[in-house]
Antibody, heavy 123, light 106 residues
Framework: QVQLQESGPGLVKPSETLSLTCTVS????????WSWIRQPPGKGLEWIGY???????NYNPSLKSRVTISEDTSKNQFSLKLSSVTAADTAVYYC?????????????????WGQGTLVTVSS | DIQMTQSPSSLSASVGDRVTITCRAS??????LNWYQQKPGKAPELLIY???SLQSGVPSRFSGSGSGTDFTLTISSLQPEDFATYYC????????FGQGTKVEIK
């Protein structure tokens, strides 16, 4: 059973870059799509983007200019960098695996999640 | 962007009640629609994928239906452990979530 664990600073200053890492255990990172999702306190979920196949990425258009997601297959990890952060980026950040079901096409869904890590943007 | 709108935003129900949550997409997402349950302080958990397929290990009292723009999550007989917030999510174009429906104890 795959397990995911987020790690990184819990406090980031405004205008700086938020950096988080997700360590995957119980399975290889070399398959599936691997996503970051965030949730501001008391609010809903927002998909940030994913990485797959050792470097192909896709990002939420609303965050694309500030986001970089990358993979390190040797460490079975993937990472998030979000630049020029403001208080609006304060959230619990989750990493998640995207599994799929194939009938006539592939149906993608988030089937494994990390526990989440709170990142606060404040000076 | 495809917007997902859930209704109601919250509801109060009793153990044993039949509960229905709806999710509407701003344009057709075919059946690229998933449902998640989230309890306070926890990560979401997948309940339903491809609009109507039950994730392994999820109780059969949960069911999903719909296609195109209108979808429904039904809990046939609400149990104490089902009090939580429920989210729909489309995977047709990028990924977007509904705003959530909080199911509270009546």
């Amino acid at each position: 059973q795959v397990q995911l664990q987020e790690s990184g600073p819990g406090l980031v200053k405004p205008s700086e870059t938020l950096s988080l890492t997700c360590t995957v255990s119980g399975g290889s990172i070399s398959s599936y799509y691997w996503s970051w999702i965030r949730q501001p306190p008391g609010k809903g979920l927002e998909w940030i983007g994913y990485v797959y196949d050792s470097g192909f990425t896709n990002y939420n258009p609303s965050l694309k200019s500030r986001v970089t997601i990358s993979e390190d297959t040797s460490k079975n990890q993937f990472s998030l960098k979000l630049s020029s952060v403001t208080a609006a980026d304060t959230a619990v950040y989750y990493c998640a695996r995207e599994g799929y079901f194939f009938d006539t096409t592939a149906h993608w869904y988030f089937d494994s999640w990390g526990q989440g890590t709170l990142v606060t943007v404040s000076s | 962007d495809i917007q997902m709108t859930q209704s109601p935003s919250s509801l109060s129900a009793s153990v044993g009640d039949r509960v229905t949550i709806t999710c509407r997409a701003s344009q057709s997402v075919s059946n690229y629609l998933n449902w998640y349950q989230q309890k306070p302080g926890k990560a979401p958990e997948l309940l339903i994928y491809a609009a109507s397929s039950l994730q392994s290990g999820v109780p059969s009292r949960f069911s999903g239906s719909g296609s195109g723009t209108d979808f429904t999550l039904t809990i046939s007989s609400l149990q104490p452990e089902d009090f939580a917030t429920y989210y729909c999510q489309q995977s047709y174009s990028f990924k977007t979530f509904g705003q959530g429906t909080k199911v509270e104890i009546k």
